[in-house]
């Protein structure tokens, strides 16, 4: 029996997913399956009710976010259960709701109950030591990343940055993030946004200014950056910086 209950000739596990895959490619014959999401560096394949499959599509290798997501699994931590295929390939529970960001965009949560949700994955996050030492650190946890699973409630995606850190530059980059919605001022959400970064800074127990610089650094460089949003991030860094000197004399 393979993790996660997933013997390659689980009745369950459609075909496609056994260990000799089809070859890399987005759509067409090859495909896997309907392909649920093209995001910036990898595909999201529906397999079956219960699997997706995410690849990787330059084919970077999946394996040490596959370990880490195991880890936080083991320690109670909520993550879709995972299964590696090798290579880009991670085979994982399908999750199904909608992300914290479609939920807060229909009004089915509100932006206090949105930050608090935020801040207590974190909290829950840092409580992990890493095995690399620090504690585990996700570098992407914003509400398009957070999906509402109708049985599990929230369970946190997308692990393609975490590695061991330090929790005041996980709970900084997520602050920025947010910032970067609120400063840019020809978005939709960027009202939303500027209330939902006061909210999350009010609700995290870490203080986030001393990892704030490190944050816009790494902000500015991560190659998923949409063309011109580095110029977002020194704005919303002194949106951040205000933001958490105001709490702090709170
Ligand atoms: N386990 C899952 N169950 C259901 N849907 C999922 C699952 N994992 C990912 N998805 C869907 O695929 C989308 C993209 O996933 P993910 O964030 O892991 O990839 P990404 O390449 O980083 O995408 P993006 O650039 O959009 O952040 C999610 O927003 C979600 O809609
Ligand atoms: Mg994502």
Not at 57 to 81: I, K, Q, T, W, Y
Not at 95 to 120: F, K
């Amino acid at each position: 029996m393979t993790p996660y209950g997933l013997a390659p000739t689980d009745p369950d596990v459609p075909h496609a997913t056994h260990p000799l895959l089809p070859p890399q490619g987005h759509a067409g014959p090859d495909a896997p399956g309907p392909l649920l999401t093209a995001g910036e560096a990898a595909d999201v394949y529906a397999l079956s009710e219960h699997h997706v499959l995410r690849r990787y599509r330059r084919g970077e290798d999946a394996s040490r976010e596959f370990a880490l997501m195991r880890h936080v699994a083991a320690h109670g931590f909520p993550v879709p259960a995972v299964q590696h295929l090798g290579g880009p390939d991670l085979l994982m529970e399908r999750l199904h709701g909608p992300t914290l960001l479609q939920a807060l965009a229909a009004g089915e949560l509100s932006l206090h109950q949105g930050a608090a949700l935020l801040a207590d994955l974190h909290r829950r996050l840092h409580a992990i030591a890493a095995p690399t030492g620090g504690v585990v650190i996700h570098l992407d946890l914003h509400p398009g990343n957070v999906i509402l699973s109708e049985p599990r409630g929230p369970v946190l995606i997308d692990w393609a940055n975490a590695r061991g850190g330090a929790a005041p530059l996980d709970v900084a980059v997520t602050a920025l993030i947010l910032a970067e919605v609120a400063v840019d001022a020809g978005g939709d959400y960027s009202q939303a946004a500027r209330a939902l970064l006061a909210a999350f800074v009010g609700a995290v127990d870490e203080p986030l200014l001393p990892s704030l610089d490190e944050a816009m650094d790494m902000r500015c460089h991560d190659p998923a950056l949409v063309a011109g949003e580095c110029d977002l991030v020194a704005p919303a860094g002194a949106l951040v910086r205000a933001f958490a000197e105001l709490a702090a004399h709170r």
